[in-house]
Nanobody
């Protein structure tokens, strides 16, 4: 069983930077991508960014492109989401997920494993 644990969330002001971490533990052989998603009350979980487990290829949603960066520490099995120039609309619970197979990496339905989430609150 793959286990994911997010950390690094908090309350920040507009324009600040924040780095979220996702520690991946367990058997990772079949993992193809790790993604970051976010969710606000009453809304569906939305894609933010993903990185392929082998190769480290990244893809970032247009809504955060130029501000958010996803990366991975291979030795530590940790995936990071660097958030710069944070805005109030970035307020959400941020989740990392791990998927297997070659299905869409931007659709949360294809992610088999999730962390518990970390809250990011941005004040203006």
């Amino acid at each position: 069983q793959v286990h994911l644990a997010e950390s690094g969330g908090g309350r920040v002001q507009t324009g600040a930077s924040l780095t979220l971490s996702c520690d991946v533990a367990g058997p990772t052989t079949d993992i193809t991508s790790v993604g970051w998603f976010r969710q606000t009350p009453g809304k569906e979980r939305e894609f933010v960014a993903r990185i392929t487990w082998n190769g480290g290829h990244t893809y970032v949603d247009d809504s955060v492109k130029g501000r958010f960066t996803i990366s991975r520490d291979n030795d530590a099995n940790t995936v990071y989401l660097q958030m710069n120039d944070i805005r109030p609309e970035d307020t959400a619970v941020y989740y990392c997920g791990a998927k297997r197979g070659i299905s869409s990496s931007i659709n949360p339905e294809y992610y088999a494993f999730w962390g518990q989430g970390t809250q990011v609150t941005v004040s203006s």
